[in-house]
């Protein structure tokens, strides 16, 4: 028999699968890699960025579709608050998550600072500012908008305010 030295100092392996006749096993030599392999994932630098327990911890990024007039006050950094009634999906929504607004083609990333939930508009409104809502509308022109867009209905499912910033680019 062979002796762990005769083959670069690591001992014999048995192959669980060879098998000589008679049930005796077969001794293998471990693999050794030799320079026309290629380089392994650690040789190359190509390992994982992150320990896989941290992969679900970066931000989630969820695409909201927007109206253009929002989108570019969101855009340009003067709305800081997104109003959404509760549905199910935005409820899932928390700080440090990502929205990545879009419009026509356009796209701007920002990420959540604060979640707030309401009852109805009203009083979204009577704890939000409105110029961080929309700087271009008073409080009761917002409040026709918005109900324009969500029906009584929807806001009976109650109210989401999304504070946000850009992430600068």
Known sequence: MLKGGDWGGQPPVEHPQARMPGGSSVICRPSRRTSSDPPTAQESGRLMPSHPSQIGNSPRVRDMPIYKQYYDLIANGTKTIEVRVAYTSMQRIKVGDRIRFTCR?????????????????????????????????????????????????????????????????
């Open 105 to 169: 083609g356009e796209r701007t990333l920002t990420q959540v600072k604060r979640v707030a939930r309401y009852d109805s508009f009203n009083q979204m409104f009577e704890h939000e500012k409105a110029e961080a809502i929309d700087p271009t509308a008073n409080r009761e022109q917002q409040l026709r908008a918005i109900r324009d867009i969500f029906p009584p209905e929807k806001e009976a499912l109650g109210v989401l305010a999304f504070e946000v910033e850009k992430v600068p680019s």
